[in-house]
């Protein structure tokens, strides 16, 4: 019998009986991936960072130091992971701490720079945010420590991911659409939306939504964009929800951008958007662990520099951070 959506709204354009889509048409025509995946065999790509695996990792990365200060921050730990600090609660995005993106240790993307923390070491946790079910933000040996470790912690996710947390001890799952919102320990927390995909498994596509989270405290809204490709819809947010005064925006596997930019944004893409928004305090994720698309690990922050460089504005808000490092929001 076919998998119908149990979530389905005929009023929302996001939904269908069978799944979930983007609300705007875009993707890829038959035959691209292996167009893709050709072009980058016989090119060799992705290439090395310009100095190599070790300088980008010596000029790249620091191992995480945790400090319990009052004010609200946020840690970079690589990837999409960022832990927060809002209203002195902690929360942590799309963790992977694994070796590998990837169902198996054996075989799939390989992290080139070390994970900066080990779950042990990490503050106690109030909640967890997930954007979407990709391998390279929902990992399910970083879930299983965490939840034996916060047995009783709180997870959001998009719509779909609520049985797959329950079937590996997860007891507080809060499962919401686009648009909704609930209140967390005095925080109000947003489900918002990206544009991308999802897919776990071959049978499984885009039976779970995808979605970025806004987190707002008493004295900041903060913006997650999970994983997404640049739409004039995310500029709704904010319309809809308030100002951002700080955001996590993704700059990663953007190459090729013919094949890529539906579902990635590129370095130009996110200063765009950065500056649409008013030029809040931002950092850029999405980069620097995994060779996803066929960029150099280097590449993303090489060009994000060019791009703010050449914006006419001195602010310096969109700070680049070093994975495991600290910025104050």
Request: glycine share 6%; charged share 20%.
């Amino acid at each position: 019998m076919a998998w119908k959506n149990p979530w389905y709204n005929p009023s929302l354009a996001h939904h269908t009986p069978d799944g979930f889509r983007n609300s705007a048409p875009v993707g890829h025509q038959p035959g691209d991936l292996e167009r893709w995946r050709r072009e980058r065999k016989a090119a060799g790509l992705p290439k090395p960072p310009a100095a190599g695996y070790e300088a980008f990792i010596a000029q790249w990365w620091q191992p995480f130091e945790f400090n319990d200060l009052p004010e609200d921050g946020a840690w970079w730990l690589g990837h999409a992971a960022v832990l927060l600090r809002i209203n002195g609660r902690y929360l942590l995005t799309d963790p992977v701490l694994s070796s590998r993106a990837s169902p198996v240790s054996w075989h799939g993307p390989l992290r080139k720079t070390p994970s900066p923390v080990l779950v042990e070491n990490l503050p106690e946790l109030d909640a967890l945010l997930i954007s979407h079910n990709h391998y390279d933000h929902l990992d399910d040996a970083t879930v299983r420590q965490l939840l034996r470790r916060f047995p009783r912690l709180t997870v959001f996710v998009p719509l779909g991911l609520a049985a797959w947390f329950r079937r590996r001890g997860a007891i507080n799952i809060i499962e919401l659409d686009w648009w909704q919102c609930v209140i967390f320990q005095g925080m109000a927390v947003t489900a918002v939306p990206a544009q991308h995909w999802s897919m776990r498994t071959l049978w499984d596509r885009n039976r779970s939504l995808w979605c970025g989270w806004v987190i707002e405290g008493e004295q900041r809204r903060f913006w997650f964009s999970g994983d997404t490709g640049y739409t004039p819809e995310l500029l709704t947010i904010a319309q809809r929800l308030g100002k951002i005064d700080a955001a996590a925006i993704p700059v990663g596997a953007y190459a090729p951008r013919w094949f890529m930019s539906p579902h990635h944004m590129d370095p130009q893409s996110a200063v765009a958007l950065w500056q649409q928004l008013g030029e809040p305090r931002a950092f850029p994720i999405h980069w620097g662990v995994f060779e996803l698309a066929d960029e150099s690990l280097d590449a993303p922050v090489r060009e994000l520099n060019e791009a703010l460089g050449s914006v006419a504005s001195l602010n310096n808000n969109f700070s680049v951070m070093k994975i495991g490092q600290y910025i104050s929001l």
